[in-house]
């Protein structure tokens, strides 16, 4: 069974930085698509950062040049690394996975992000 267990939420000042890791355990022979996306307070979840299988990547316009995704295919990881973070970033964050051969799509449990001024 796949699973997605992700860590390095928390509390952060404005200005601030956090990375977030999503380990992926459970057999995925290969993937469409890993994102991040994140619920805030009263909105819909929303992508905020994805990567394809070929290493493209596409981020939500609200965090373009202050988010980037990577991956670590030796680790079975997918990374969220967050700078300059303003207050409208809180939410929780959730890492998804794409299996390939089925597209069957797996999720994290969510790690909460708080920042405050």
């Known amino acids: 069974q796949v699973q997605l267990v992700e860590s390095g939420g928390g509390l952060v000042q404005a200005g601030g930085s956090l990375r977030l890791s999503c380990a992926v355990s459970?057999?995925?022979?290969?993937?469409?698509?890993m994102g991040w996306y994140r619920q805030a307070p009263g909105k819909q979840r929303a992508l905020v950062a994805g990567?394809?299988?070929?290493?493209?990547?596409n981020y939500a316009d609200s965090v373009k040049g202050r988010f980037t995704i990577s991956r670590d295919n030796a680790k079975n990881t997918v990374y969220l690394q967050m700078n300059s973070l303003k207050p409208e970033d809180t939410g929780v964050y959730y890492c998804?996975?794409?299996?390939?051969?089925?597209?069957?799509?797996?999720w994290g449990q969510g790690t909460q992000v708080t920042v405050s001024s």
């Open positions: 998804k996975v794409s299996r390939g051969y089925d597209s069957r799509d797996f």
């Open positions: 459970g057999i995925i022979f290969s993937f469409n698509t």
């Open positions: 990567i394809t299988s070929g290493g493209s990547t």
